[in-house]
């Protein structure tokens, strides 16, 4: 009796304790917390939103909206936080149902719902606000919100976090004449308001959708609709060059629909939302955005001109791809929190490497990845701002320093390895099986790694430690013994570029080189050091080509021997794997200096007929060019540089070739002689023997001629005049000052920047920060170089998700002095207590600076 007493209250205590805990405040602070999150995932549910904006035509003028925000409530035992990152002056009236008025109350980024206006059960609150600007992207005549990561709250008051996802109903009142596009079907016709000039549009409820995929935009667009398969798609843009618009729509539409195919067929779910609608943007911020039925691309990814090269297409076709994978990936199931925002982009780029496959070939397709990925990985892999791709997120807030090259290059190279450890159809059956139970729902990576276990032999957990939850790459290694003539033993070992001991299991070939043929022998390395017994008894080869297939990851071991061979190997991708080995090797300072390996690459410029492997070789001239030459060096080899990229886009056949090879030159060029020639072709507008030039690639070499050019001053005018579409006109009104003449007009300019609405349009930013830091105007652009770490805090406070990593790599990409890497080091010094994400983007960006220091003093 007295134990049983002893458990009654020992069972009433922890039921006491319990309801202390559950009933214990969230904090109110800004942004939203992980806490806050998870909170309000376990007490919301069914959530929806009836939004409805009414938007003038003059963009300095407010918009203004009502939310009514439906949701069912497990529990009223605390406020309730609505996010809203405007001030309290922004919300002009909330109602509960009935219509009964409460008090406005705003903190830190939030509306607090008191308690006692809140019930267990259905809760209907609606706020009549005004929209906050910076997320609207508002232009003379056009707008478009975007909303990832945490901008949504910036817009309208929600539940701004990925877990809860909801249904939408907008409601659009714009001037008359715009188009119109959202996540759900248009209902009917627009009707129309005369009184004030403007119609109004109503949209069908959205599939679930979480805050960050909500969007709409609207202006003078031209509306396209074409049937993708058995469904109509449309397709809103502001093109005006009929040439682009001829030849790129049908194309636009075309390769949507074969990446639904294939992704219906892959994952065997019919596409996952009500309708397929997209938009070019001029000079949208990103690539693409994957908002289901309004796809927001850059404009210029999607419009092509009668000069544009294979990579150009298959770029196109591969950004089409990932936001359509997205519909299924991300879309249809979505990370729980931001921290798994990797998961969404490593699936949408790996099924449009897939796509790029079937469409193009395997052959391609492997190129395509090795270029496509590998380089840009070790950019941020090699660098002591190192990050794995899965990392901690403690509020939404700072989700943008999430982005970058690990998730979006290092991540597809995982998840090949691991198809390739798990087989090719044991991996779909496990995507598939995640897919169907998640659907319209939500999942984090360790949710995926139990159901891709299943169908492994291998323990992924032990895998996906290193290779998901820590940064780094490793660095292989090779000793080779002999019997006479014949290999008695290879062994390779691997160890860690940096950080602690580990193994990076992996597969890929190695391929012994001899005079007249090859041999190539697969490596399946899951140790620090293995002995390749399928190579024991060949002869001595003449170099041993690593990662010969493009499988590897990591830094391998690159022979000066295979100088002389190197553009005779037969296959693109080997050739492509030993660029890459190279150029990483002279980084490491393993292998090559900076000017042995400019001239070997120099030689096989006129070599090398791959297009694709053209980019790539030509890609590392120009940053070896200007980035690891002293300038006296720089100097006395431009002139034999100029004269070989010259001669070879000459020898070329290939009009993408040549035209490579011709940017290639404009990039870099110095002498007299090549300032009189690249003015010539552009004045004329007659482009060498075989090469295509278009509007923009004249307006890229009046640009390259207003930097190198101490005389003419007129130049941009001209090239101004000639264009016809007016968001290009307005672009190079906006470049022209950081290319002045005058220093103190682009001090100005630079100094322009610190004001946040001159950064509205973030691309032409960084664009004018790459020409105003361009080596050649480094001696008076130095001085900006404290003012601008001072504002990556700003930039990423009020930026977009890849704002700091742009600002950061226009600016310092090409640094190389020690002045430069000083002024670095100063400020990492004296800001211990720096952001973390945003000391690794420091880091990643300045990587060049560092090693130019070890290289070159």
């Known amino acids: 009796m007295k134990l049983s007493k002893l458990i009654l209250l020992l069972l009433s205590l922890n039921a006491a304790a319990y309801a202390q805990q559950k009933v214990k405040p969230v904090p109110i602070e800004p942004g939203v917390s992980n806490q806050l999150a998870e909170y309000r995932y376990a007490m919301i549910s069914n ?136 996540n759900g079907i248009q209902q009917t016709m627009p009707l129309p308001e005369e009184k004030d000039n403007k119609v109004h549009y109503s949209f069908n409820t959205t ?29 809103l ?84 791809s990932h936001e359509t994978a997205h519909m299924w990936f991300g879309d249809m199931v979505t990370m729980h929190w931001f921290n798994d925002v990797w998961m969404k982009e490593v699936f949408a780029n790996f099924m449009a490497d897939k796509i790029t496959e079937k469409l193009m070939g395997t052959e391609t397709f492997n190129l395509k990845f090795l270029q496509d990925h590998y380089p840009a990985a070790y950019g941020v892999d090699r660098t002591m701002g190192a990050n794995p791709i899965r990392q901690q997120l403690d509020n939404l807030q700072d989700a943008g320093s999430l982005y970058g090259n690990i998730i979006y ?150 022979d000066k021997a295979m100088a002389g061979s190197l553009f005779s190997l037969e296959s693109p991708l080997q050739r492509a794997s030993a660029y890459i080995n190279a150029y990483e090797n002279m980084l490491a300072g393993r292998a090559f200096k900076p000017d042995e390996l400019l001239k070997l690459y120099q030689q096989g410029i006129s070599i090398e007929k791959n297009e694709l492997n053209l980019r790539l070789l030509t890609g590392y001239i120009s940053t070896i060019y200007w980035t690891f030459l002293l300038q006296a060096d720089r100097l006395a080899l431009s002139s034999e540089l100029e004269q070989a990229l010259w001669t070879s886009m000459e020898q070329q056949t290939a009009a993408n070739n040549k035209k490579i090879l011709f940017s290639t030159y404009q990039n870099v060029y110095l002498s007299t002689e090549s300032k009189s020639r690249i003015y010539q072709v552009w004045l004329t507008q007659k482009p060498p023997e075989g090469v295509t030039l278009a509007e923009d690639d004249y307006t890229s070499m009046a640009l390259s001629i207003a930097l190198k050019s101490d005389t003419i001053t007129q130049v941009l005018k001209h090239q101004q005049n000639r264009i016809i579409n007016a968001e290009r006109k307005s672009r190079l009104s906006f470049l022209m000052p950081a290319l002045s003449l005058n220093v103190q007009e682009r001090d100005a300019f630079f100094n322009s920047l610190a004001d946040r609405k001159n950064r509205a349009k973030e691309a032409w930013v ?92």
């Open 47 to 182: 959530v929806y939103y009836h939004l409805a904006f009414k938007i003038p035509a003059n963009k300095n003028e407010p918009v203004t909206g009502t939310v009514g925000i439906r949701f069912d409530l497990k529990s009223a035992d605390q406020p309730l936080q609505i996010d809203f990152k405007q001030d309290a002056d922004h919300i002009r009236l909330i109602e509960l149902a009935g219509g009964k008025t409460i008090p406005v109350v705003v903190e830190k980024e939030h509306i607090i719902i008191g308690k006692r206006y809140l019930h267990h059960g259905e809760n209907m609150i609606t706020i009549s606000f005004t929209a906050g600007d910076a997320s609207l992207n508002r232009n003379d005549d056009y707008m478009y919100s975007l909303s990832v990561p945490d901008r949504a709250r910036t817009i309208f008051p929600c539940f701004d976090q990925p877990s809860l996802k909801a249904r939408f109903l907008l409601s659009l009142n714009v001037p008359k004449n715009w188009q119109v596009l959202s």
């Open 237 to 320: 843009h502001r093109e005006t060059d009929s040439i682009k618009i001829k030849l790129s729509v049908d194309s636009i539409f075309r390769a949507h629909q074969d990446a639904i195919s294939f992704l219906e067929s892959w994952t065997g779910i019919p596409y996952p939302f009500q309708k397929v609608g997209f938009a070019a943007i001029p000079d949208f911020q990103f690539g693409g955005m994957e908002h289901p039925g309004e796809v927001q691309y850059k404009a210029s990814g999607l419009f092509l001109d009668e000069g544009a090269t294979k990579d150009q297409f298959i770029a196109r076709s591969n950004l089409i």
């Open 409 to 558: 290059h290092k991540a597809p190279v995982m998840m090949r390895q691991l198809e390739s450890l798990m087989g090719k159809d044991n991996f779909r059956k496990g995507i598939r099986e995640y897919l169907k139970k998640y659907a319209y729902g939500n999942a984090s990576w360790p949710e995926l790694i139990d159901i891709l276990n299943k169908y492994s032999t291998t323990n992924l957990y032990t895998w996906n430690k290193v290779w998901v939850n820590q940064p780094g790459r490793p660095v292989f290694d090779y000793k080779l013994s002999y019997n006479g003539n014949k290999i008695s033993k290879l062994t390779i070992s691997q160890r860690p570029e940096a950080g602690a001991q580990r193994i990076w299991p992996q597969i890929f070939n190695i391929t012994m080189i001899y005079s007249g043929h090859s041999k190539t022998i697969p490596v399946n390395i899951n140790a620090q050091q293995i002995v390749l017994k399928a190579a024991t008894g060949l002869a001595k080869p003449s170099f041993i080509l690593f990662n010969s297939d493009g499988m590897g990851y990591g830094l391998f071991p690159a």
């Open 766 to 857: 960084t664009s004018a920060l790459a020409y105003l830091n361009h080596p050649l105007r480094q001696t008076t652009s130095v001085k900006y170089l404290p003012k601008s770490l001072e504002m990556v805090e700003e930039i990423q406070r009020t930026g977009d998700i890849f704002f700091p990593q742009s600002w950061l790599a226009a600016i310092f990409s090409n640094y190389q002095t020690k002045q430069a890497y000083h002024i670095v080091s100063a400020f990492l010094k004296q800001h211990p207590d720096y952001n973390p994400k945003l000391k690794d983007k420091i880091l990643q960006a300045t990587d060049n600076l560092y090693r130019a220091q070890l290289m070159l003093y």
């Open 207 to 235: 599939d679930k959708l979480p805050t960050y995929l909500f969007s709409f935009t609207a202006g003078k667009y031209t509306n396209v609709k074409q049937m993708t398969g058995k469904r109509e798609a449309e397709f």
